[in-house]
């Protein structure tokens, strides 16, 4: 007897009390995969942006290192070899890795850093030939061997400012509006590394790595 | 109905109670959130400051390689063409395009070792204002009991703020000093004092001998004892008397004497220049920072 009372106690929810409370969850709910949603949408923003940051850290770094090891080859008087030059295209005489050589990374060679527009996105490439004396390479593009050279892609349509990749400086001038020092001029070489989202991508996110190499090893001027 | 009568929810207390502790701590959070996101953006401007300051320390070690001079100061302050300090500052802006003012030359402190000649302009980076000031004073080698003497050297007090210590000319001329190196009552110890007194005339003084030719020969004169001048400064070992000795010739000796000297210097002395780099700036809430990085730059004909 008491069972059955107790039984007949349990009045449970009403049909008012469970619509409300269900609408209440699904608000909850949406809006808890509307958050996840804004979450997931800035943390793939977020991981392209530290990948094209850290790419364009990396590239910098790797261009400060060869510089620095930068050497001087047969026939020219510093690591750049003579020539003008420009503010999107740069190429430094260094050791460079190669299969045949007597060890990976170093063998004498040069290495190339440019950029090549195409309408309106621009990518980093660089460039890389075996050998000491200096053959002039070829259009700034991946797959161009000119003259023994080999280039690839390494920063793909998100370089932003190509033509303000490189500044120089020299004894008489420094600053953009001097004019393009030739080769042997170049005391030092300052590196502005822009990289952004590519235009039409929903994201968007822009940074800039700055660095700057002098030349230790330049030849008594 | 009896069910409803008998909730009786909960007192006024109770519910203020629970809404300041509530309050409270919804405070705390939102405190701890605004230090949290100070904290990062300072963080943020230490670390573009820290690179600016590598940056400049890695352009100034772009100067002039074998030249043996002070690359980083700026004697010429009266002078309308730019001096080391403007084009290092145009080297770290170098389109023009993050607003920096134009360089700003402090006076030289006489009387202080080292000399040094804080110099500073301010740039925009990511919407934050940097002042970047610099110090600098050179060491030099010495060759054959030469050693380059500039106005900011490292090791001599400057005795004049506008050209510089020990014997002086007019700033950006040469001159020539007969100095005690350590002993000045022993002749022995006397050393030749380059005194180059101008940076940017340094290099005309070394390439182009005919202006220190013409200072060193003024200096010892024609009219002179020179065989006593060099037996009581030098003995018959060292620059000056075989300086001398090629003057007893005449004058064409000693041009060919300081001919010597003035490319034994140029080729054979070295330089070390300290540089100690400040960049301070203002943080979003007013608050002053700044960061400092040294290195030494050495510039040698090794």
């Known amino acids: 007897m008491s069972v059955r009372r107790v039984a007949a106690d349990e009045r449970g929810f009403t049909l008012i009390e469970m619509l409300v409370t269900m609408t209440l969850g699904v608000m909850v709910l949406f809006a808890i995969l509307g958050a996840f949603e804004v979450f997931s949408t800035s943390a793939a923003v977020t991981d392209k942006a530290t990948a094209a940051q850290d790419a364009a850290r990396a590239n910098v770094r790797n261009l400060v290192v060869i510089m620095r090891q930068g050497r001087v080859a047969t026939g020219q008087t510093t690591p750049i070899p003579a020539g003008t030059p420009t503010r999107s295209d740069l190429v430094v005489a260094a050791y460079v890795s190669s299969a045949t050589g007597p060890s990976p990374g170093a063998v004498m060679g040069w290495v190339r850093y440019c950029a090549e527009t195409t309408g309106s996105q621009s990518s980093l490439i660089v460039g890389v030939r075996a050998g000491d004396a200096y053959l002039a390479p070829g259009t700034c593009s991946a797959g161009d061997t000119t003259n023994g050279w080999s280039h690839a892609v390494v920063l793909d349509g998100t370089l932003q400012n190509p033509t303000r990749l490189f500044d120089y400086t020299t004894s008489a001038c420094t600053g953009a509006a001097c004019p393009l020092p030739s080769g042997p001029e170049v005391q030092s070489v300052g590196i502005r590394l822009a990289v952004a989202t590519k235009p039409g991508a929903d994201e968007t996110f822009n940074s800039v790595v700055r660095d700057a190499v002098s030349f230790r090893n330049r030849s008594s001027s | ?302």
């Open chain 2, 1 to 302: 109905m009896r069910g409803l009568a008998d909730e009786q929810g909960f007192t006024v207390i109770e519910v203020l109670v629970a809404a300041t502790l509530l309050v409270v701590s919804v405070l705390a959070t939102l405190s701890l959130l605004d230090n949290a996101t100070k904290t990062t953006g300072v963080t943020k401007q230490r670390d573009v400051a820290n690179a600016v300051a590598q940056e400049m320390i890695e352009r100034s070690a772009g100067g002039r390689y074998t030249l043996a001079r002070n690359d980083l100061t700026d004697v010429d302050v009266a002078s309308a063409q730019p001096g080391p300090a403007d084009r290092l500052r145009a080297a770290m802006d170098p389109d023009v395009d993050q607003a920096s003012t134009a360089v700003t030359p402090a006076t030289p402190t006489s009387g202080t070792l080292p000399v040094n000649v804080p110099q500073s302009w301010t740039m925009q980076r990511k919407n934050t204002t940097y002042t970047v000031s610099y110090r600098a004073c050179t060491s030099s080698d010495a060759y054959q009991q030469v050693y380059i003497a500039g106005p900011f050297d490292c090791g001599r007090a400057s005795t004049n703020p506008t050209s510089g210590g020990g014997t002086t000319t007019t700033a950006g001329g040469c001159g020539l000093g007969v100095a005690p190196a350590s002993n000045a009552g022993n002749p022995s110890t006397l050393i030749v004092n380059l005194q180059v007194l101008g940076i940017t005339s340094l290099s005309s003084c070394l390439s182009t001998t005919a202006p220190l030719f013409t200072a060193i020969c003024n200096l010892l004169g024609t009219s002179v004892s020179l065989s006593s001048l060099q037996a009581s400064l030098l003995g018959s070992r060292g620059l000056l008397s075989n300086m001398l000795g090629g003057l007893i010739g005449g004058q064409v000796g000693c041009q060919n004497q300081v001919a010597q000297v003035a490319a034994g210097a140029r080729n054979g002395i070295g330089t070390s220049t300290r540089l100690a780099v400040t960049v301070g700036w203002t943080d979003l809430q007013g608050a002053p920072h700044a960061i400092s990085q040294s290195s030494l730059i050495r510039r040698g004909t090794v």
